[in-house]
T-cell receptor
Framework: GAVVSQHPSRVICKSGTSVKIECRSL??????MFWYRQFPKQSLMLMAT?????????EQGVEKDKFLINHASLTLSTLTVTSAHPEDSSFYIC?????????????FGPGTRLTVL | AQRVTQPEKLLSVFKGAPVELKCNYS??????LFWYVQYSRQRLQLLLR??SRESIKGFTADLNKGETSFHLKKPFAQEEDSAMYYC?????????????FGTGTLLAVQP
């Protein structure tokens, strides 16, 4: 249980276009999802926290107009990279929080590799 | 400022040797710390959390508040332990809590 999926796993787009990445919790409801960015051989950098039915909370330095996050349901959050540029090329990872009876834990998706040409 | 530091980018050991992956943190509140592991071509997954005081796959980690450390240890490394290991700190506050990660240590266990 507690599986998180992402789609697509890999996307290549032209500079100036927008790309949408989906994150789904497959067998549990997630009121909170997180979006991370990972550069090659570097750590995960938290971009934003997405709460179902409300606006996302962005980390300092992350442009909210550039990275649009929508958390319309308890099982789906989307990240849209608008007007993508080559410097947006990265590995984007989502995570969903599972609220168990005695603990809560973040489960991670497999990531989406974005390449902007 | 809240921070997680993993000083080693790469740790290479021989099979059967002891392993210690270092993690230090900076946090003004009561820390809640985790170790996550990422095997080759797989997603990030939780290895252990300090609250549980558990041993997973032979790994243990003890929170030392005096030294602000949460080092990951295993007495005898196995080749299948080769992976990227991330130390993470849970931050509380605002509308929700969140995890911040260290830069990771690549553990390479040689045969």
């Amino acid at each position: 249980g507690a599986v998180v999926s992402q789609h697509p796993s890999r996307v290549i787009c032209k500079s100036g276009t927008s790309v949408k990445i989906e994150c789904r919790s497959l067998d549990f409801q997630a009121t909170t999802m997180f979006w991370y960015r990972q550069f090659p051989k570097q750590s995960l950098m938290l971009m934003a926290t997405s709460n179902e039915g409300s606006k996302a909370t962005y980390e300092q330095g992350v442009e909210k107009d550039k990275f649009l996050i929508n958390h319309a349901s308890l099982t789906l959050s989307t990240l849209t990279v608008t007007s993508a540029h080559p410097e947006d090329s990265s590995f984007y990872i989502c995570s969903a929080r599972y609220l168990g009876r005695s603990y809560n834990e973040q489960f991670f998706g497999p990531g989406t590799r974005l390449t902007v040409l | 400022a809240q921070r997680v530091t993993q000083p080693e980018k790469l740790l290479s050991v021989f099979k059967g040797a002891p392993v210690e992956l270092k993690c230090n943190y900076s946090y003004s509140g009561s820390p809640e710390l985790f170790w996550y592991v990422q095997y080759s071509r797989q997603r990030l997954q939780l290895l252990l959390r300090h609250i549980s005081r558990e041993s997973i796959k032979g790994f243990t980690a003890d929170l030392n508040k005096g030294e602000t450390s949460f080092h990951l240890k295993k007495p005898f490394a196995q080749e299948e332990d080769s992976a990227m290991y991330y130390c993470a700190l849970k931050l509380y506050g605002g509308a929700t809590n969140k995890l911040i990660f260290g830069t990771g240590t690549l553990l390479a266990v040689q045969p």
